[in-house]
């Protein structure tokens, strides 16, 4: 990278060629992965035999329309499940696991969840820590048990030898890190899961929150928990998606979701397309690649930040089970200097400065950097810092590496400049 279009700290621009040398065999690692999924991705296409006349907007019930039941097969077959549920209809990634929630719970069930508390939206979701009447799962007589992680950030792998029982209904698991300093789940931790819940409890369903994994690994998880769920404006929609979400898994439990989502009865059957179809096509075909950008991404900036002496989870070298990247940068004055180089690295509002701000439902002050074509996208760049210790700023995605390094030597050469 030069100077001709950026202003980057010289110091910074010589990191940064010292990061892309130390990175060079993890970047390769990414492209056999990115490769692998694309195929895998291409070939669930032809399978599925996804044809222009996909693409066509049905509009009020949207009874036979093909695009939507195509999608389902392509989603299936790429993620290894029986069947799956991908709809622009789900409003949000926690609306996409409430339906999945709802859908297969029912009154006097147990949900354990065996990796700590989930991440915050899915906290009033269930009723934990409810106070007001708001329609989670506790009023509706769903009981929710929670297994902590280990002191280390691992799964209690022992601990749920105890906590699961023959009659637990679902074992919850959340793969991703969300806005901690855990490390993620891999695909082999969700397996070793799966295993032991369904060794004491043959017919619990293995529920699995997959934001921010898919592609991410050459396992897909779908051969072996019983559902999971995820955004279409993260790794799945490949920064095309609109929006949207999936639900993939054993049949019957897609088909009790569905009928959640729509009504007891019609379920997979209704629900039009409005033209959506072609962009949420064209986005999973996408997704692979873009997922493997976003890691491309994630590993420069953390080799970038460990050569400035920061302290990075993951580091450059780990093998990753999510696009998300935290940097401990120590203090209030580094996190705002970081946001604002990656706003200034944006297609989309590059002009804006970000502020910290109080942000309802945070306990402290968030700074927040986003400047995407979808509003909310996370699969394109973004980054959030709450305003406490350990001051560490949590960034994911990028379309292409190429915007997604020079946001990370933008941020760099901002914290640089500062002594
Ligand atoms: C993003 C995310 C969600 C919720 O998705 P929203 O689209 O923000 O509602 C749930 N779980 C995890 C781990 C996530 O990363």
């Not at 729509?262 to 075909?285: Q, V, Y």
Request: with cysteine; proline share 5%; hydrophobic share 40%.
């Amino acid at each position: 990278m030069n100077n001709v279009f950026y202003n980057i700290n010289p110091e910074i621009l010589k990191s940064g060629e010292k990061a892309m040398q130390i990175i060079k065999p993890y970047l390769d690692i990414i492209d056999d992965i990115t490769e692998h999924n694309q195929l895998k991705m291409l070939k669930a296409f032809q399978k599925a035999k996804v044809s222009e006349n996909c693409f066509a907007a049905s509009t009020g019930y949207g009874y036979g329309d093909k695009g939507r039941e195509v999608l389902d097969k392509v989603f299936a077959e790429v993620f290894d499940t029986e069947d799956a549920l991908v709809r622009h209809n789900f409003a949000s990634g926690t609306h996409t696991l409430t339906v999945a929630l709802f859908g297969v719970l029912r009154p006097g069930d147990t949900m354990i969840s065996v990796t700590g508390l989930p991440y915050d939206t899915l906290q009033g979701v269930i009723g934990i820590g409810e106070e007001k009447s708001s329609g989670s799962l506790k009023e509706f007589g769903i009981k929710y048990e929670q297994l902590d992680l280990l002191e280390n950030g691992e799964v209690d792998f022992e601990g749920m030898k105890k906590a699961i029982r023959p009659d637990t209904k679902m074992v919850y698991v959340q793969r991703s890190r969300g806005y901690s300093l855990r490390p993620t789940l891999k695909a082999d931790d969700i397996k070793k899961i799966s295993e032991i819940a369904h060794n004491i409890a043959p017919n619990c369903i293995v529920m699995l929150d997959n934001c921010y994994g898919e592609f991410v690994e050459k396992t897909a998880p779908g051969s072996f928990v019983d559902l999971m769920a995820g955004s279409l404006i993260k790794n799945p929609g490949g920064g095309i998606a609109p929006t949207g979400g999936y639900i993939a898994g054993r049949k019957e439990l897609v088909e009790m979701c569905s009928y959640r989502l729509t009504t007891p009865g019609t379920g997979k059957e209704i629900g039009c397309t409005l033209g959506n179809s072609r962009e949420l096509f064209m986005g999973a075909f996408n997704a692979p690649h873009v997922t493997g950008e976003a890691l491309k991404t994630a590993i420069f900036t953390s080799a970038l930040f460990e050569l400035m002496g920061y302290e990075v989870t993951p580091t450059y070298n780990e093998v990753r089970g999510d696009i998300i990247q935290a940097i401990l940068l120590g203090n209030e004055e580094r996190l705002v200097r970081f946001c604002r180089g990656v706003q200034a690295a944006s297609p989309i509002d590059s002009f804006v400065t970000p502020e910290p701000w109080d942000m309802p439902g945070y306990d402290s002050k968030v700074i927040m950097a986003a400047g995407a074509f979808t509003l909310g996208s996370s699969i394109e760049l973004s980054a959030d810092a709450p305003i406490r210790e350990p001051y560490a700023v949590w960034m994911q995605g990028s379309l292409n590496f190429h915007t997604g390094r020079l946001a990370a030597m933008l941020s760099a050469s901002n914290i640089f400049d500062e002594n």
